[in-house]
Structures are given as structure tokens and as C-alpha cells.
Nanobody, 119 residues
Framework: QVQLVESGGGLVQPGGSLRVSCAAS????????MGWYRQTPGKERDLVAT???????NYADSVKGRFTISRDNAKNMVYLQMNSLKSEDTAVYYC?????????????WGKGTLVTVRS
């Protein structure tokens, strides 16, 4: 079992910045993928960004150039730095952990942290 706890969500104005964090604990593999997904009411949970233990990253087109995912392997932490935020970035952001054997979109999930972008 893996437990994920997100933090750092909140209210921010358009054009502002925010960083969300995720702490993983439990039976952590030595090689894995962590990432962020987001979801708004009535819509599917969409991938935002992922990062492997080797540092390989992947971003949704909608956030490229604005968001940066990073990780601290020693602390089992993953971060999402969000800059130039837009109202359409408003969502609940979920942290995800999976091994490479686990299909994308599955694995373990945190409870989510709400990010609201509005004036």
C-alpha cells in the first residue's frame, strides 16, 4: 500500500503562481512514476504532468511552459509549480503513484487539493 497526501492548494488570482506538494509513504518501489492529475465537476480526471524516478517528465499540452513538475526521491515528494495560472486551471489536483507495470491512470491516489484561480 502507498499513501499519498497533497498540500498547497488554495485561491490564486489569474496570472499568479502556486505550488502543490505530494508526500508518498508506505511500500514505495525503487522505480516508479509520480504525477499530477486534475478534475473538475462532471469531467474526467485528466493528466497534468508526470515524472519518473530518473527525472523524465511529461506534460499535458495545456500546461507546457507554465507548470513544472519536480521530485525529491530521498523524501518521496513530488511538486507541481504552477505559474501564469488561468481560470481554466481551476480544479481538484490529485497526486498519483504507480509502478511502470501499472497502466497509466491507475495506481494509488491522494484525496486531492483544490486549486481555484479567480480574481
Amino acid at each position: 500500500q502507498v499513501q499519498l497526501v497533497e498540500s498547497g492548494g488554495g485561491l490564486v488570482q489569474p496570472g499568479g503562481s502556486l505550488r502543490v506538494s505530494c508526500a508518498a509513504s508506505g511500500s514505495i518501489s525503487s522505480i516508479y512514476v509520480m504525477g499530477w492529475y486534475r478534475q473538475t465537476p462532471g469531467k474526467e480526471r485528466d493528466l497534468v504532468a508526470t515524472i519518473t524516478t530518473r527525472g523524465t517528465t511529461n506534460y499535458a499540452d495545456s500546461v507546457k511552459g507554465r507548470f513544472t513538475i519536480s521530485r525529491d526521491n530521498a523524501k518521496n515528494m513530488v511538486y507541481l509549480q504552477m505559474n501564469s495560472l488561468k481560470s481554466e486551471d481551476t480544479a481538484v489536483y490529485y497526486c498519483n503513484y504507480r509502478t511502470f507495470a501499472t497502466p497509466v491512470g491507475l495506481g494509488y491516489w491522494g484525496k486531492g487539493t483544490l486549486v481555484t484561480v479567480r480574481s
